[in-house]
């Protein structure tokens, strides 16, 4: 695969996300918050669905991209045999 092609800087920006939000995971699961507040609830729920979408997004784009490089060389073997 391309190195410079847009899945690996897709995947270098979602662990650009994800690394800092486990840091912020672990600083602030000692700390001594209110279950029920709102941001709590953001913070561990809908993030990391924000993340996970995001990594199906990647792995859906890689598939097709891959997806059109067999496509591309069994065409090519095809026309090799004719």
Do not use: C, Q
């Amino acid at each position: 695969m391309n190195k410079k092609g847009a899945v690996h800087k897709a995947i270098r920006t979602y662990w650009s996300y994800v690394i800092p939000y486990l840091l912020l995971l672990l600083i602030f699961s000692n700390s001594n918050l209110n279950p029920n507040e709102l941001l709590i609830w953001i913070y561990l729920a809908v993030i990391p669905m924000a993340l996970a979408a995001y990594f199906v997004y990647i792995t859906k784009t890689l598939k097709n991209e891959m997806l059109v490089l067999t496509s591309s060389k069994t065409e090519d073997a095809t026309e090799n045999l004719k």
